[in-house]
């Protein structure tokens, strides 16, 4: 159901502010999304002045000197650091992306940092995924295939090698998902993104044997055509992938078997 | 996941692509103009009723709130034919890239203008 207002509980207050004490005369400030679980508050918006001349050059640098010098209590998700694991996905800017690829040098003005958009949140900036979990494994992300002797290589030429370039790259942080309207009104139906390119890496696979079963299992009202080619998916993709391709791909391949 | 658990915001706070803009404005011009058809059929039904039916709805049109309709149907129906096409592409696998889609975007934009005030200077020539 399209609700564009959020629920009264999600309402977003103003919270601290953050004076800077280091006296840089590099200043910028930083807007952060916060809701703790433990007191039963609204989410709030706090401020932290941040001295930029001894900060990186990346949002997540920032937000670790925010959690290191300025106040530990916040939380998000992070671990490699550089664009591999998808854990620091977030909402720069008004754009979905990592935190670790993406440069605060390229955000002007204020720099304001959510939560990815329409989750559940847990606490700060952490979402919870489980709902896109929970559809990525009902695509059934592995392969499928009865050839018994696995003594062997299982060879697939260059040319159906070629096709799994821009699908397999993808390291499932939701960017893309979350930045989908459609999946914002139908999350709990719709697939979204992520799983659809997914599911058209399973289905395009030279190697699987289930194409037909796949294809069907995927061709429905809700499930598929919900992509009405918004392209957000595409836009907020930091891997440079264009899951709305592999959705039209889809598409044209139930049109034309 | 407990129910008190907020929302995170969606799309109070996510930026507008010329893409979503696009496809948004789809939408509604195809609301809009499927309530406007529903209106001539009305229209062509009145006038079997009778002249002054016709020059009631004439009177309307000469007006300056008429001619705004006029206009912004006109508008309406050349950015959904500009935005039908560029989907009819999208349902053959063209114009994906990020890049193409812009520049097609701003093609429907700009384009259903252009093709208004040609459409309004054509029908100068015949209706008024």
């Given at each position: 159901?399209?609700?564009?207002?959020?629920?009264?509980?999600?309402?977003?207050?103003?919270?601290?502010?953050?004076?800077?004490?280091?006296?840089?005369?590099?200043?910028?400030?930083?807007?952060?999304?916060?809701?703790?679980?433990?007191?039963?508050?609204?989410?709030?918006?706090?401020?932290?002045?941040?001295?930029?001349?001894?900060?990186?050059?990346?949002?997540?640098?920032?937000?670790?000197?925010?959690?290191?010098?300025?106040?530990?209590?916040?939380?998000?998700?992070?671990?490699?650091?550089?664009?591999?694991?998808?854990?620091?996905?977030?909402?720069?800017?008004?754009?979905?992306?990592?935190?670790?690829?993406?440069?605060?040098?390229?955000?002007?003005?204020?720099?304001?940092?959510?939560?990815?958009?329409?989750?559940?949140?847990?606490?700060?900036?952490?979402?919870?995924?489980?709902?896109?979990?929970?559809?990525?494994?009902?695509?059934?992300?592995?392969?499928?295939?009865?050839?018994?002797?696995?003594?062997?290589?299982?060879?697939?030429?260059?040319?159906?090698?070629s096709k799994?370039?821009?699908?397999?790259?993808?390291?499932?942080?939701?960017?893309?998902?979350?930045?989908?309207?459609?999946?914002?009104?139908?999350?709990?139906?719709?697939?979204?993104?992520?799983?659809?390119?997914?599911?058209?890496?399973?289905?395009?696979?030279?190697?699987?044997?289930?194409?037909?079963e796949r294809?069907?299992?995927?061709?429905?009202?809700?499930?598929?055509?919900?992509?009405?080619?918004?392209?957000?998916?595409?836009?907020?993709?930091?891997?440079?992938?264009?899951?709305?391709?592999?959705?039209?791909?889809?598409?044209?391949?139930?049109?034309?078997? | 996941?407990?129910?008190?658990?907020?929302?995170?915001?969606?799309?109070?706070?996510?930026?507008?692509?010329?893409?979503?803009?696009?496809?948004?404005?789809?939408?509604?011009?195809?609301?809009?103009?499927?309530?406007?058809?529903?209106?001539?059929?009305?229209?062509?039904?009145?006038?079997?009723?009778?002249?002054?039916?016709?020059?009631?709805?004439?009177?309307?049109?000469?007006?300056?709130?008429?001619?705004?309709?006029?206009?912004?149907?006109?508008?309406?129906?050349?950015?959904?034919?500009?935005?039908?096409?560029?989907?009819?592409?999208?349902?053959?696998?063209?114009?994906?890239?990020?890049?193409?889609?812009?520049?097609?975007?701003?093609?429907?934009?700009?384009?259903?203008?252009?093709?208004?005030i040609f459409?309004?200077?054509?029908?100068?020539?015949?209706?008024?």
């Open positions: 159901m399209v609700q564009i207002n959020l629920p009264q509980n999600s309402k977003v207050e103003k919270g601290e502010y953050y004076k800077d004490k280091t006296g840089s005369k590099n200043i910028r400030k930083v807007n952060i999304y916060r809701w703790d679980p433990s007191n039963g508050k609204n989410p709030r918006i706090d401020t932290y002045e941040v001295d930029m001349d001894n900060c990186p050059s990346k949002v997540l640098d920032l937000l670790n000197k925010i959690k290191n010098e300025i106040d530990p209590s916040i939380a998000y998700r992070r671990s490699c650091a550089h664009g591999v694991c998808g854990s620091c996905a977030m909402n720069m800017d008004g754009k979905n992306g990592l935190a670790c690829t993406k440069p605060h040098a390229e955000i002007k003005g204020e720099i304001n940092i959510y939560p990815l958009p329409h989750l559940k949140v847990q606490k700060d900036l952490i979402g919870d995924l489980n709902t896109l979990y929970k559809q990525y494994h009902s695509v059934e992300p592995w392969l499928k295939n009865s050839k018994k002797n696995n003594d062997k290589e299982n060879l697939q030429s260059i040319e159906d090698r799994l370039d821009g699908l397999y790259e993808c390291i499932m942080c939701a960017c893309c998902s979350t930045s989908c309207p459609s999946y914002w009104w139908n999350g709990d139906k719709y697939l979204g993104p992520a799983v659809l390119l997914q599911a058209y890496r399973w289905i395009i696979d030279s190697r699987d044997e289930e194409r037909k294809l069907k299992k995927v061709a429905d009202e809700l499930k598929l055509y919900r992509c009405h080619t918004i392209m957000n998916c595409t836009n907020a993709c930091p891997k440079g992938l264009n899951p709305a391709k592999a959705i039209a791909s889809i598409k044209k391949m139930l049109a034309t078997s | 996941m407990k129910d008190n658990n907020p929302l995170s915001p969606h799309i109070q706070i996510y930026n507008w692509h010329i893409s979503s803009l696009v496809s948004i404005c789809h939408r509604i011009t195809g609301i809009i103009n499927i309530a406007i058809i529903t209106l001539i059929c009305f229209w062509v039904a009145l006038l079997l009723l009778g002249n002054s039916n016709y020059e009631l709805i004439q009177n309307f049109f000469g007006t300056f709130f008429g001619k705004f309709i006029i206009i912004g149907t006109v508008w309406s129906f050349s950015f959904q034919i500009l935005s039908e096409i560029r989907h009819l592409f999208w349902d053959l696998g063209l114009g994906f890239e990020l890049k193409t889609s812009n520049i097609t975007g701003l093609i429907v934009i700009f384009g259903s203008f252009i093709l208004t459409i309004f200077i054509l029908g100068k020539g015949f209706v008024l």
